[in-house]
T-cell receptor
């Protein structure tokens, strides 16, 4: 079975600061994908960043970057220069060997002015 | 349409009633997914369509749940004899092809009273 664990139910950060959200996962697949999704109160899941397991280079998207540690099965999200609009639920997800995403329970991030 | 559209946005029904939830994917997207998100949890996979056929329905919790996609576009999730435990947000996503980004709708919040 594939699992995704997010150990931080809630996090807060000051505007313009940097915050890191943690995620660990388990899979027996060799080829898989990892994702971070943002879910604002509108409920729509928005893709933040995606990492392919066979790529050693960490993915980056503007202020968002990941620290992908394959051996440790760790996939953390770093948000730099946090903005008020970053306030949302953040979900880590895994897709491996099938078409379905397995999600963690989420981290509620609050950016304070 | 520009994005994945789900109707209704909210649905309140009485225990034991039948409900249908509709998903209108992005035009041209062949893959369509249904997920269920209970309060305080991450989304859980229900079913995946490739074209008109259900390629993976392993996430459907029991035989009260059924989904169709007769023309390979719009999909309907059907729940018979609803129970209070079915209360959740039902999310739909679509993607252009396998291993490409999945785009989510805003979900239907189902409340069974």
């Amino acid at each position: 079975a594939q699992t995704v664990t997010q150990s931080q139910p809630e996090m807060s950060v000051q505007e313009a600061e940097t915050v890191t959200l943690s995620c660990t996962y388990d899979t027996s697949e060799n080829n898989y994908y990892l994702f971070w999704y943002k879910q604002p109160p509108s409920r729509q899941m928005i893709l933040v960043i995606r990492q392919e397991a066979y790529k050693q280079q960490n993915a980056t998207e503007n202020r968002f970057s990941v620290n992908f540690q394959k051996a440790a099965k760790s996939f953390s999200l770093k948000i730099s220069d946090s903005q008020l609009g970053d306030t949302a639920m953040y979900f880590c997800a895994l897709e491996g060997g099938s078409e379905k995403l397995v999600f963690g329970k989420g981290t509620k991030l609050t950016v304070n002015p | 349409g520009a994005g994945v559209s789900q109707t209704p946005s909210n649905k309140v029904t009485e225990k034991g009633k039948y409900v249908e939830l509709r998903c209108d994917p992005i035009s041209g997207h062949t893959a369509l997914y249904w997920y269920r998100q209970s309060l305080g949890q991450g989304p859980e996979f229900l079913i995946y369509f490739q074209g008109t056929g259900a390629a993976d329905d392993s996430g459907l919790p029991n035989d009260r749940f059924f989904a169709v996609r007769p023309e390979g576009s719009v999909s309907t999730l059907k729940i018979q004899r609803t129970e209070r435990g079915d209360s959740a947000v039902y999310l739909c996503a679509s993607s252009k092809q396998r291993e490409s980004e999945a785009f989510f709708g805003q979900g239907t919040r189902l409340t069974v009273v």
